[in-house]
């Protein structure tokens, strides 16, 4: 009988799991109770809203009309009522104090929350089960729900100094947290590039500090270009939007960069750097970018600003950095190094602590608490208050945590959203590339690190968008904020038992994007997998329903292009792209056909694997072929592979013996000069996993684009040894060249060929790959057909030009104009066309 009460209890539970799915709500909550019948919601339904909730009332009747097409009459009061929807405060409610019971019955709907944020938490609730793919407009499912939160810190940071956006767009940002029940908005307010706040005290940090171009204390960087660009809150700007979030269930922490990434400040008052017979560089390439120590006007100075800022922010911590510091100044400095002599300081970290216990009692005086990057934990010990901001890694927050200090997890590995999201877009890849089901894999709580008690001081999850790369294209903020905002809530949000990507990405497709296109987020819509096998491409949609187009001339398919349909026969499958269009505003990236891997192993034995495999089908023509090993995860990167080789009709074409770890993703180059249908093509390596780690790749061959003619490189800028010419003349696309100086009018950098190339196309690119740093600005390609007369080609738009010549080239020549205003040129190899 126990069995069969077993049984029926976990039946139960996986119908609820489903009828849960159906309502697709994200972050998932933690108990659901769903029947089939619906509560249809009379028109003009009276809302009645707790006198706690008073400051919140106009955003509940808003945002209920938007998401029901349905007007309320609202009340204020407490008493319940028939056929009403009632979001009420109830304090004696056994849950944590952002929980809620939401109850949907003939009877109306009742939002009882254990605070104001638990009653806001249970009408975004209440408004994705309204607009819930299979719910009825006008109707609400009959559903009884008790939810609350795994952290209590669930935040967001948004860096508005490299790129400026303005109040509107911060409001919006703002709006679409609150919809995932995010509680924090973290505001980076400042650092080199610009001062975004009002400092009535310091007014030059407005005037001055917070505008880069010509004429301006502070360079063009971050595509500003040649132009007045910035920007800054006013504090009556600053308190509209602290009241606006608030009212929406989201506190704002706002940020002073110091005594680090401080350009800004420095500019607009000089006196408060450092005094230095030498520059220095931060880990950015900024000078004079820190505060000086030894200067005591400076803690003056910040006092004021921390008074300010505590009187336009309400909550309780004030984050003052502490990142990156670019200690090499203070060792500089006599004031900074006289302070360490007097303290008996012998490491400038010990100059850092000092600094910061001063900053502490700063901002205790004015009733707040300190927060930080986990940097300012070295150096000596901080008041247990601070709070610590891990995002160099996991292991930094165990650090903190072991200190005794409240944790906030946000490892730029997995919340760093200006990662890029896949291999081939825009953003950083220092950390990692971060898609949405990466963001979703991460576990804030290393239990085997911790004790229970130590992992209480986990106080929360928070992601970061920094914001060097968002200037182009437009709105690229929102594309690289969700959906993987969407997937931090859950992390942040739901029970860790619960979490499953499966479950997580169908409640995202099935009715979630939608929301977020109803809420104006122009997010990232998922790719299709476009594959070639046997002269015909074959598409698979990321989801049911998904709308794919294509483009067969080797360009990003529009709205505009053909909708796929069918399989494609076609023998010029590198010309195809494909991409998943949402609206007029989210798409996905567009994506290239793959053809399918020609081996691939999984194992987590100590053992030596002998791979053989007949490659023949998938090589069609004569070219440069590259062989690429793909680890299938993060974790499957043990092993290494050796004696590579490949055969035509058993004849050794290329072999390369030496062992190259799977790490590495290796990349190797094969030519094939004599391809005929009829002939076998094999390929053999050996793979060794020497511990009993998990080891698991993809091997893909793929014929190049592009051709890659001997070429020598020369210039008359500087090179940086460990970015030299030569990394132009190897034809890798993730290696590139670094200049050791700035550039200036007149530099240039000769591509010189062994031979004159035929080519319909060359394109010449600068700046790191991906990234739009260090292009040049100002300048022009030219070429030549005999290696000393030269044709002016395209201008530089943005880092790239192109040139079409008519006949075989024998050079390239990039010719700069004027100034980048970066530390130096950064360029990258030619791609060639046929």
Not at 51 to 68: A, P, W
Not at 99 to 111: A, D, Q, T
Not at 413 to 427: L, V
Not at 545 to 565: K, V
Request: aromatic letters at 12%; hydrophobic letters at 35%; proline letters at 5%.
């Amino acid at each position: 009988m126990k069995k069969i009460i077993l049984v029926i209890t976990v039946l139960f539970s996986f119908l609820n799991v489903l009828k849960a799915q159906k309502l697709d709500i994200i972050p998932r909550p933690v108990k659901i109770e769903h029947k089939a019948k619906v509560f249809v919601i009379p028109s003009s339904v009276p809302i009645i809203i707790d006198e706690k909730l008073q400051k919140s009332t106009d955003y509940i009747q808003s945002n209920f009309l938007k998401n029901t097409g349905i007007n309320s009459t609202v009340t204020i009061g407490n008493k319940h009522k028939n056929k009403t929807i009632q979001f009420l405060v109830d304090e004696k409610m056994s849950l944590p104090n952002d929980g809620y019971k939401l109850s949907v019955s003939k009877n109306g709907v009742l939002v009882l929350g254990k605070s104001p944020n638990g009653v806001l938490n249970g009408f975004q609730t209440l408004l994705q089960i309204c607009s819930a793919k299979e719910v009825k407009k006008g109707t609400i499912p009959f559903v009884k729900i008790e939810d609350y939160p795994r952290f209590e810190w669930r935040g967001m940071m948004l860096d508005v100094s490299r790129q400026f956006f303005d109040k509107e767009t911060v409001k919006n940002y703002i709006n679409w947290l609150a919809a995932h029940k995010m509680n924090v908005f973290h505001w980076h307010l400042t650092d080199d590039n610009g001062w975004r706040v009002e400092i009535k005290s310091m007014p030059d940090l407005t005037i001055k500090g917070a505008w880069r171009g010509p004429g301006e204390v502070l360079l063009p960087s971050y595509g500003s270009g040649n132009k007045r660009y910035g920007g800054y809150y006013t504090q009556e700007d600053i308190k509209e939007v602290v009241a606006y979030a608030s009212a929406r269930g989201v506190a704002i922490m706002p940020e002073i960069e110091i005594p680090g990434h401080s350009r800004a400040v420095t500019a607009a008052y000089p006196e408060i750097g450092c005094v230095t017979t030498e520059e220095t560089k931060s880990v950015q390439g900024e000078v004079k970018n820190v505060w000086c120590v030894g200067r005591e006007e400076n803690f003056q100075i910040l006092d004021s600003i921390i008074k300010e800022f505590a009187g336009m922010f309400p909550f309780d911590y004030i984050h003052v950095a502490g990142d990156e510091v670019n200690t090499a100044t203070w060792k500089q400095c006599p004031k900074c190094k006289a302070v360490m002599e007097k303290e008996g300081y012998t490491d400038p970290f010990q100059l850092q602590n000092y600094f910061f216990k001063r900053i502490e009692k700063i901002v205790e005086k004015y009733n707040r608490k300190t927060a930080g990057w986990n940097e300012i934990i070295k150096g000596g010990e901080l008041s247990p208050n601070t709070e610590i901001f891990a995002w160099q890694g996991v292991n930094y927050g165990i650090e903190s945590v072991k200190k005794g200090h409240k944790t906030i997890m946000i490892p730029g590995q997995y919340t760093y959203f200006d990662m890029a999201q896949s291999e081939n877009e825009r953003g950083h890849r220092w950390a990692a590339i971060t898609d949405t089901k990466r963001v979703y894999s991460f576990e804030p709580v290393p239990e085997n690190d911790l004790t229970s008690e130590q992992q209480k001081l986990i106080k929360g999850v928070q992601g970061a968008l920094w914001s060097e790369y968002l200037d182009l294209p437009t709105r690229f903020m929102e594309y690289q904020s969700y959906p993987r905002i969407s997937a931090l809530s859950e992390i942040a949000w739901s029970k860790k038992e619960d979490k499953n990507w499966d479950n997580f990405y169908g409640r995202l497709t099935n009715s979630h994007l939608q929301r977020l296109a109803n809420m104006g987020v122009a997010f990232r819509d998922f790719p299709p997998m476009a594959t070639y096998k046997k002269g015909i491409i074959t598409v698979t949609p990321p989801y049911e329903g998904a709308d794919i187009r294509y483009d067969s001339q080797g360009n990003e398919p529009t709205r505009q292009s053909p909708l796929y349909t069918n399989p494609i026969q076609t023998k010029d499958y590198e010309k195809y792209q494909f991409r998943t269009f949402f609206n007029e505003n989210a798409a996905s990236p567009a994506v290239k056909v793959e053809k399918p891997a020609v081996a691939n192993w999984n194992t987590s034995k100590v053992e030596i694997l002998n791979i053989s495999e007949n490659i023949s089908e998938n090589i069609d023509k004569n070219g440069i072929w590259y062989l690429t090993f793909n680890p299938t995860a993060d974790g499957t990167t043990s092993g290494v592979v050796s004696a590579i080789s490949l055969f035509e009709n058993d004849k050794l074409i290329q072999t390369y013996s030496e062992e190259k770890t799977l790490k590495s993703k290796p990349r190797l180059r094969f030519v094939i000069e004599n391809y005929n249908e009829k002939n076998n093509y094999r390929l053999d390596f050996t793979v060794e996993n020497k511990e009993a780690k998990e080891s698991a790749a993809k091997v893909n061959f793929n014929c190049s684009p592009y051709q890659e003619p001997e070429v020598k490189v020369t210039s008359s800028m500087t090179e940086n040894p460990k970015f030299p010419f030569s990394k132009l003349e190897d034809y890798n696309i993730e290696s590139y060249l670094r200049t050791a100086n700035p550039c200036v009018n007149g530099d240039w950098i000769l591509f010189t060929f062994a031979n004159p190339v035929l080519s319909s196309k060359i394109d010449v690119l600068t700046g790191i790959p991906h990234h739009p740093r260090f292009i040049v600005n100002d300048g022009y390609v030219e070429y030549s057909y005999n290696g000393i007369d030269f044709e002016k080609g395209d201008s530089f738009n943005y880092g790239n030009a192109s040139i079409y010549p008519k006949k075989a080239v024998k050079a390239v020549r990039i010719v700069i104009t004027g100034t980048n205003n970066e530390p130096l040129v950064a360029t990258q190899d030619l791609r060639i066309n046929p």
